[in-house]
């Protein structure tokens, strides 16, 4: 089946300790997403890509940043995690074209606790 | 101001009964306004979804209504069934930087009760 896939489920790291997060997508979709969601809150979106194209969200903190070395695999890096960034993550994918769905397809999520 | 207000917090309904969530956005721009689901410990799942020009989408025992010029839309959980016990949230968005950016709105936990 297509898929989105979060790699680790849950991840443990220590402050200020860098961490990597990992997504993969079966789906072949050309758009890819990050969403921070905190306990009890909507999920908030951190910034995409567009095929290789990068789209930062103003009030996303510099702390995070993201890779997307090919169409399937996108990765966030968490630079110097804080007790705030604790935190569910998700990777979502969806198509670019207006005309088609506008449908986003979520992995399901990374839990990142921050000791 | 890209906000999306969402009530109420939270639900109960009995078994059978109709859940109603409602939702109100103030950009203009928004044109795709879904509906996600989400369990706890998972990723949110597209429920139903409409587009402005349309004033009523039915999918099964979901139906999304919605006001162009109230700006508000609402999801109607007919037979409600204690599977259905979830989050729901609404969204809105608009195509910037070739992506579907979707603004969430707070979300409402569904509880069915037998």
């Known amino acids: 089946d297509a898929m989105v896939i979060q790699n680790p489920r849950y991840q443990v790291t220590q402050f200020g300790k860098p961490v990597t997060l990992s997504c993969s997508q079966t789906?072949?979709?050309?758009?890819m997403y990050w969403y921070q969601q905190k306990s009890s809150q909507a999920p908030k979106l951190l910034f995409h890509?567009?095929?290789?194209?990068?789209?930062n969200e103003a009030d996303t903190p510099d702390n995070f940043q993201s890779r997307r070395p090919n169409t399937s695999f996108c990765f966030l890096d968490i630079r110097s995690p804080g007790l705030g960034d604790a935190a569910m993550y998700l990777c979502?994918?969806?198509?670019?074209?207006?005309?088609?769905?506008?449908?986003?397809?979520f992995g399901p999520g990374t839990r990142l606790t921050v000791l | 101001q890209q906000q999306v207000k969402q009530s109420p917090q939270s639900l109960i309904v009995q078994k059978g009964g109709i859940s109603i969530i409602n939702c109100a956005y103030e950009?203009?721009?928004?044109?795709?306004f879904p509906w996600y689901q989400q369990f706890p410990g998972k990723g949110p799942a597209l429920l139903i979804a409409?587009?402005?020009?349309?004033s009523e989408k039915k999918e099964g025992r979901f139906t999304i209504s919605f006001n162009k010029s109230a700006k508000q839309f609402s999801l109607h959980i007919m037979d409600s069934q204690p599977g259905d016990s979830a989050t729901y949230f609404c969204?809105?968005?608009?195509?910037?930087?070739?992506?579907?950016?979707?603004?969430f709105g707070t979300g409402t936990q569904l509880k069915v009760e037998l």
């Open positions: 409409i587009r402005p020009d349309v």
């Open positions: 950009n203009t721009a928004f044109d795709y």
């Open positions: 969204a809105a968005s608009f195509i910037t930087g070739g992506g579907n950016k979707l603004t």
């Open positions: 890509y567009y095929d290789k194209d990068f789209n």
């Open positions: 789906l072949n979709h050309n758009v």
């Open positions: 979502a994918t969806s198509r670019a074209d207006v005309a088609g769905g506008r449908e986003q397809f």
